[in-house]
């Protein structure tokens, strides 16, 4: 299994500034995801974080509005820009190891509030 | 595309009674399927997991068969208690290496003493 943390666990941003979401895994995984959970909704994959490339972006996501970086096997980031209060969700670093075909593991999620 | 679809919720039980959630799928080849559970507050926990036909995934107390022939994955259980009480999510992961899970919409389980 893999343990995931996320930082901060939970914001609240005003509209028009960004924030920076952290995931960092105990241990090296393959493969990394980010997924949103809006209030009363199911988890909607985002993109998937690349070690050492660009992410890939889900239909409806734009790397201009989440860029993501993944520097090594066990960190990435997600940034929220420019927010509106439509951006107001759950945020959930997602893990897979062993070639991607395991079990997939989620962090505790970040709450975000956007007034 | 793949697709997961779950029955509508919320469904509220009493104690002990018989639990089905709905869970089918459309998918190409031969996906995995995953019950995923998030508590009030909490983050989501892997419920139990069947990753080819007839297997069947079980843990506390709850069981899903993987019939290919339905393209189902229905979450059962015998009796449910209190602290059951939670959103499960139905899931699937397409054939092929690296890719992310899809989810159904959720079901809202409630039950009462």
């Known amino acids: 299994s893999a343990v995931i943390s996320q930082k901060p666990s939970r914001d609240i941003c005003q509209r028009g500034t960004s924030l920076t979401i952290q995931c960092q895994v105990d241990s090296q995984v393959t493969m990394m995801f980010w997924y949103r959970q809006q209030p009363g909704q199911s988890l909607t994959l985002i993109a998937t974080a690349n070690q050492g490339s660009e992410a890939t972006y889900e239909s409806g996501f734009v790397i201009d509005k989440f860029p993501i970086s993944r520097p090594n096997l066990t960190f990435s980031t997600l940034t929220v820009s420019n927010m509106s209060p439509e951006d107001s969700s759950i945020y959930l670093c997602?893990?897979?190891?062993?070639?991607?075909?395991?079990?997939?593991?989620f962090g505790p999620g970040t709450r975000l509030l956007v007034l | 595309g793949d697709s997961v679809t779950q029955m509508e919720g919320p469904v509220t039980l009493s104690e002990e009674a018989f639990l089905t959630i709905n869970c089918t799928y459309t998918a190409t080849g031969y996906p995995s399927l995953f019950w995923y559970v998030q508590y009030p507050g909490e983050g989501l926990q892997l419920l139990l997991k069947?990753?080819?036909?007839?297997d069947k995934g079980s843990n506390k107390g709850f069981e899903a068969t993987y019939r290919k022939e339905t393209t189902s994955f229905h979450l059962e259980k015998g009796s449910v208690q209190v602290s059951d009480s939670a959103v499960y999510f139905c899931?699937?992961?397409?054939?092929?290496?690296?890719?992310?899970?899809?989810f159904g919409k959720g079901t809202t389980l409630s039950v009462s003493s």
């Open positions: 069947a990753t080819k036909a007839d």
């Open positions: 899931a699937l992961r397409p054939n092929q290496a690296g890719t992310a899970l899809i």
């Open positions: 997602s893990v897979t190891s062993a070639g991607g075909r395991e079990t997939q593991y």
